[in-house]
């Protein structure tokens, strides 16, 4: 199997908060994380569509200090273990997090 990923992926452990078009609320945590997308742990018996939109709340922590972050995003794919998704629009508190990893 050919690998999809554009981008580099970290093994991070954040609260996520999936809101779904319909409205429905998922809560689980990210198993890991990158640029494009992240997996995140959620009920294996939740069914999601993939290309679904949703909107993927995570918590971050800068020097101590506990940040939320909002991103757009679709459902790539769902496992036993959780769902996929892609990030369709990052905002600058995400892409400041994911650099100081980056360093």
């Known amino acids: 199997m050919s690998e999809r990923r554009k ?20 809560e689980g945590h990210t198993m890991d994380m990158s640029v494009g997308g992240a997996f995140i ?9 993939e290309g679904e939109s949703c909107t993927i709340s995570l918590v971050l922590e800068d020097e101590g200090e506990e940040i ?12 036993d273990q959780g769902v996929g998704c892609n990030f369709l629009k990052i905002d600058s508190a995400y892409y400041q997090f994911l650099n100081k990893i980056y360093e």
């Open 7 to 26: 981008y580099e992926r970290h093994l991070l452990r954040k609260l996520a908060i999936l809101r779904l078009a319909s409205g429905e609320v998922i």
């Open 41 to 49: 742990e959620v009920d294996a018996d939740l069914e999601l569509h």
């Open 68 to 79: 939320t972050t909002e991103i757009d995003g679709s459902i790539s794919h769902q496992s």
